[in-house]
């Protein structure tokens, strides 16, 4: 039974979901899997472990943030034991190529974090989604006919209220879709420990165009982005 997690063996899935927000959570448990049953309250960061198609998942919050998320992805690796986390967020868009409402499938995660500056002793450290988790998602998103996905670089950022936007013009300009705050820690954990992840993130909002969703639409109306990852990480 980990510190923040708090479940006991055998209760978290081999294969989890991870939002940000605990209310998704909730959300993908109820409307998603079956048979789910909560596992964790500790915190309010809800879990759940249910099935799909006939496949065994968990769905676990991560909060908002790098160091969040870590306490929870390393519990989830350390102490259950789970091989593959794919995390269902919602990012920002920094560049009119994307819209509010498309999925961006993460190769890889830039940042601004000083996590990785300190585990590395200064050297930069590439952090990049799993390619078997990402072909699988490419191929599932092409299947919907009604999203629109993007496979490319996103930025995990420590500040959601920047004081300096302008510092990610250069970030735009060597490719970089949209900012989060999770993706980079995910990675450089699921790599240390030898496990898979993948970041699958919505278009929440846009930098650029000031579009943005409601906290209900973030939390009970990405449902492409979960299927996506769903068929991505449990294949037939």
Known sequence: MSTHIGASAGEIAPVVLMPGDPLRARWIAENFLDDAQCYTEVRGMYGYTGTWRGHRVSVQGSGMGQPSLAIYATELFREYDVQSIVRVGSCGALTEAVAVRDVIIASGACTDSSMNTHRFHGYDYAPVADFHLLRRAYDAAAALPDTTTHVG????????????????????????????????ALYTLAAAHGRAALAICTVSDHIVTGEETTSQEREQTFGAMIEIALTAALPD
């Open 153 to 184: 670089l996103i930025f995990s950022s420590d500040s959601f209220y920047s004081p300096r936007v302008e510092l990610m013009a250069p970030m735009v300009d060597h490719g970089v879709l949209a900012v989060e705050m999770e993706a980079s």
